[in-house]
Each structure stands twice: as C-alpha cells, then as structure tokens.
C-alpha cells in the first residue's frame, strides 16, 4: 500500500486568500489525484497530476483557480485560490499502489473559508 | 457526473447484524473499489474487485459484481459499532495513456447502534 500525507489537516481562511495544500506519498507514483469533497458530499475529481507535465483538470475545474504543482514523483501541491466560502470542504490526494490498480488516499485537509 | 450511485443512501443496524449496500454504474468498468470514510476523515481502502471477478471477501466484507446488471454490493456481516461510516464504491475509467480517473457515488452512511 502506499502512505500519503497531507498538510494542513485543517485551515480556517478569510475570503479572498489562497491556501496551498501539501500532499507526500511514500513511493514514487508516476500519477497523483486531488479530489474535493463538499459536506455531506461525495468526491470531486478536480485534477490529475503528472510529473513533467501540465496537470490534466476535470470539466468546472481551472488552473486558475486550482493551480497544481508536481516537481517530483513522490510531491504534489494543491492551491486553492482567490477563495469564498463555496470553497469550504474536505480535499484530498490520492495515488496508486505500487501493484495493483488500488487508489489510496491522503487523510484530507477540511477547509473552511469565511 | 456521477459513475457509482449507492442505495441506501443512510442505513442503521444493531450491532451484531448484518448489512448490505449497494452499488449501480452506468458504463463499462475495469475495476470497481469501495472504500471507507469515517466522520469526514480520509478515505480507507477496502477491497477492489476486477471486471472479471464476481466475488471476493476480505475478513467480514463480501464484494460481489454483477458487470450484466452493472452492479456491486457490500456486505458487512456481523456489525459493530465501529463500522459505522459512510461508505462509497468507485469505479475506474482508463481510457488510455494518462487518462485515468475513479468516479465516485454518492455514499452510505451505516450506522451501527451498540
């Protein structure tokens, strides 16, 4: 299985900011998933993130508003930018396992913005 | 849009019985996953079963899938009061080169009473 972490757990943020979510997998993924999760809601995919190149954002996502960083094979960032309230939820990373097709997930960063 | 779509969508039990979810999916997978969430913390992989399989269990879960009626279910036999989460199924969609993506339904929130 694979281990990812995610910093912050949690942020409370005032509207018209920018939180940038840390997400750290302990195995080299060729790919990495941010996924949304609105309250009482199921999960989003907003973006794939590949090394080397351009993440690849699902329809209602935009890179200015979720810009993604990917500089190695085992990191990925999450900006969440110019934020409202609609922006509060949970959001997570995700990966694959080394030897299956299994996506494992990061523990979430709930983010709640006023 | 939505690829998995559970029924029901919130189910309580006592402790000691057994219970039942169920998946449904619109379109031709390769695998489907279902997962684990407790109280709005990260997801928790449970068992993945392939197109081609039809049933597996693992510990007190049974996974079944019917790929004809496009359906999967869950069962947890012998509930305790620490299953109680929601729970989600997942379907993957690999359409080539790097495009992957797991489509999550909406959920089931289980809850177990002592």
């Known amino acids: 299985s694979a281990v990812i972490s995610q910093k912050p757990s949690r942020d409370i943020c005032q509207r018209g900011t920018s939180l940038t979510i840390q997400c750290q997998v302990d195995?080299?993924?060729?790919?990495m998933f941010w996924y949304r999760q609105q309250p009482g809601q199921s999960l989003t995919l907003i973006a794939t993130?590949?090394?080397?190149?351009?993440?690849?954002?699902e329809s209602g996502f935009v890179i200015d508003k979720f810009p993604i960083s990917r500089p190695n094979l085992t990191f990925s960032t999450l900006t969440v930018s110019n934020m409202s309230p609609e922006d509060s939820s949970i959001y997570l990373c995700?990966?694959?396992?080394?030897?299956?097709?299994?996506?494992?997930f990061g523990p979430g960063t709930r983010l709640t913005v006023l | 849009s939505q690829q998995g779509e559970e029924d029901p969508q919130a189910l309580s039990i006592q402790e000691g019985e057994n219970a039942t979810m169920n998946c449904s999916y619109k379109?031709?997978?390769?695998?489907l996953q279902w997962y684990r969430q407790n109280s709005g913390r990260g997801l928790v992989h449970l068992i993945l079963?392939?197109?081609?399989?039809r049933e597996k269990h693992s510990g007190r879960l049974r996974v079944t899938l019917d790929t004809s009626k496009k359906s999967s279910s869950l069962l947890i036999t012998a509930s305790r009061a620490a299953d109680t989460a929601s729970y989600f199924c997942?379907?993957?969609?690999?359409?080539?080169?790097?495009?992957?993506?797991?489509?999550f339904g909406k959920g089931t929130l289980l809850t177990v009473n002592p």
């Open positions: 993130a590949n090394q080397g190149s351009e993440a690849t954002y």
């Open positions: 997942a379907t993957d969609e690999w359409s080539g080169g790097s495009n992957y993506k797991l489509t």
């Open positions: 995700s990966a694959p396992g080394l030897i299956s097709d299994t996506q494992y």
């Open positions: 379109t031709s997978i390769n695998n």
């Open positions: 195995s080299q993924v060729t790919m």
């Open positions: 079963i392939r197109s081609n399989e």
